[in-house]
């Protein structure tokens, strides 16, 4: 039987379509509670370390006020809800694989969903990062590349310069971040969908994103 975590609470980008996917999936399988960074009251943001809570998730015990972030907050979820894998999660070279995953992820979060920040609350927003926003691209670069769909790039990229210098953005690395983004949902899309639609579809998501 699994065991439920009601007296914890994740408190999650809720700028961050992922973030608000998978808590709410915790949340219906009562393995834990959530609460966005926007609509937290100060008694709960005086519990943490907001710095490094914009960049881990972290996951509130609500008896004891202990706090665990990141990874270690994800695995103490998983554990109590699928005691089967906790001692595989235990081990150190789990956590040790996890790290590069997570931290590409937590750092393009918002890059990743396009998403604008929340009009009121407590913005979580991660701190730019380059070596983990380079990382991103070469990875989504490399991707687009395999899958043939170069010309798709290029015309994102074209559409992203046009929409940078309307917004007078002076943010280079976040033009490519969402241009690479919406070029790789594109390449992914071009395998199911008419170029036509394809190319509809990246230009309503890079006005959407920029203007």
């Known amino acids: 039987m699994m065991n439920a975590m009601p007296n914890t609470m994740l408190i999650y980008d809720d700028a961050c379509p992922m973030c608000k996917g998978y808590t709410r999936a915790f949340k219906h399988l009562k393995w834990s509670d959530r609460r966005a960074f926007s609509e937290l009251p100060a008694e709960f943001l005086d519990k943490l370390d907001l710095d490094r809570a914009r960049h881990e998730i972290p996951l509130l015990d609500l008896e004891s006020g202990e706090v665990r972030y990141g990874l270690d907050s994800q695995i103490a979820v998983l554990s109590k809800g699928l005691p089967i894998l906790a001692p ?5 070279i789990i956590k040790f694989a996890l790290m590069p995953v997570y931290g590409l992820i937590t750092y393009n979060r918002r890059i990743i969903a396009g998403t604008r920040p929340p009009a009121r609350g407590f913005d979580c927003a991660p701190d730019f ?83």
């Open 88 to 92: 595989v999660l235990k081990w150190p």
């Open 129 to 211: 990062h380059l070596p983990w926003r380079i990382a991103y691209l070469c990875i989504a670069g490399a991707a687009i590349l395999l899958a043939g769909t170069l010309p798709l790039l290029l015309i994102a990229a074209a559409l992203g310069i046009f929409f940078l210098a309307a917004s007078r953005s002076t943010e280079p690395f976040s033009l490519a971040g969402n241009a690479i983004t919406v070029t790789l949902l594109g390449a992914t899309l071009a395998f199911f969908l008419p170029d036509l639609l394809v190319g509809v579809i990246i230009g309503i998501e890079l006005y959407r994103r920029f203007a």
